[in-house]
């Protein structure tokens, strides 16, 4: 990055002014990175080998923002997206790129994260594809809205202010779930919300779907009228509800049945589980398989240790390693997981594993016996403040950390380095194609 302060950055570039480019690279939120004048700038839409117009969009202290106005020499890897949307919608910034370039890349934020932000030079494994690179989402999660005037069901474009575009059929979801979206256009009534997110599951378990509907003002009588509706075209609807609040972030999400069930049944590392429909729960179930699988081989021979899941969700890793023989004790904040987790611990005969409901951090800054093994699957903010500390407080020899943010990854792997812990290994999955987003399994010892 360049040391020149703001008001250097502002004069060199003006917002609105265009200049001429190469894009080099690409940064963790998927733009891509050019060199000019001494400035590093980060272009959304530009990929690796463009030689793009780029329109200043803000110029911050150390770096300028830009938007590609016009596209002067592709990358010679560039392909047509294969999605007719592709250019009205944000969600697959990197579909011009094909799946082996975007796996490249990912391999490359992930090494640039850890040497920038964790000061660690390690070596990361080839990523891991995803089985499928489209259609793979078992959750899409679109807005309803007023945009310029007319309701509009769609997806936030990748322009600055972003703009609500309607989308008839996401490439990333299956044929059942885009049916289902084509029935939504024709039913959502016109009037009673000015804003509202409609989340849209499916499961690979009988192929059913569920209905998450987010309305503001609450869902009215016209919303039980649309969930009926939707429930008689669609038979595999297995139910609609309401929700309120942030689904999967520390707890917080609560849901209501507007009709027929409240959760899909799911099914990972052998688990069937009847998923809450506010639940975090991965949304690329195949790839989810294999990060599963990857994340309990490094963890190592499980049976008869102690081992602590951290951030567990409905506890998939935790019941997982309860079936190879440990003794596992799952922490997690949202109540609707735990009680989900415990159903299928009990159905399943799976009986050694406990579930805490509590704030991690809390937790771990508190005293706590000594474990064998912690698995980590920390949200996107990675680990709360203490939380490494309180890992090696419980001298855990192995930590396998599964992570959706390269980011606050390296900063977690700092932190833990910092108590005595070695970095062994370091394997990203895709499970996010057409994205820049990435998982990443890292495991420690010491
Ligand atoms: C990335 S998900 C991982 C879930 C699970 N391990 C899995 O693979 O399905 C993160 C989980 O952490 C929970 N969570 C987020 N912040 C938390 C916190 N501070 N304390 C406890 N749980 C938290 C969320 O509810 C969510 O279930």
Known sequence: MSDRDDRATQDIAVPGESREVVIEALSSDGRGVA??????????GGLPGDRVRARVSRARRRFVEGEVDALLAPAPERREPPCPAWSRCGGCPWMPLPEGEQARWKGKVVADALRRIGGI???????????????????????????????????????????????EACMLQGTAANELLRSLHDLLPEGPWQKARVAIRSSRVHDELL???????????????????????HPR???????????????????????????????????????PATAFFQVNPEAAEKLLDIALEEAGALFGLNVLDLYSGVGVQALTAARKGATVQACEADASAIECGLEAAEREGIDKVRFQQAEVGRTMRGPGDPVD??????????????????????????????????????RDLKALVAEGYRLDRVRPVDLFPQTPHVETVASLSR
């Not at 060199?35 to 959304?44: F, P, T």
């Open 35 to 44: 060199r000019d004048d001494g400035l590093v700038w980060l272009v959304r």
């Open 121 to 167: 030079e390690a070596e990361v494994d080839p990523v891991v594809a995803s089985p499928r690179a489209l259609g793979y989402r078992n959750k899409v999660e679109f807005t309803y809205s007023r945009e310029q005037g007319s309701p509009v069901l769609g997806l936030f474009g990748p322009g600055r202010p972003p703009r609500l575009s309607r989308i």
């Open 211 to 233: 209905v998450a509907l987010r309305t503001e003002p609450r869902a009215t009588p016209e919303a039980r009228a649309l969930a009926r509706e939707l429930r008689r075209r």
């Open 237 to 275: 609807l297995a139910g609609v509800v309401e929700w309120r609040s942030a689904p999967g972030r520390r707890g917080d999400a609560t849901y209501s049945k507007l009709s027929g069930r409240t959760w899909l049944p799911e099914e990972i590392g052998g688990t069937r589980f009847r998923l």
């Open 373 to 410: 093994v912690v698995l980590a699957n920390p949200p996107r903010d990675g680990f709360g403040k203490g939380v490494a500390e309180g890992i090696a407080r419980r001298k855990a020899k192995r930590v396998v950390i599964v992570s959706c943010d390269p980011a606050t990854l390296a």
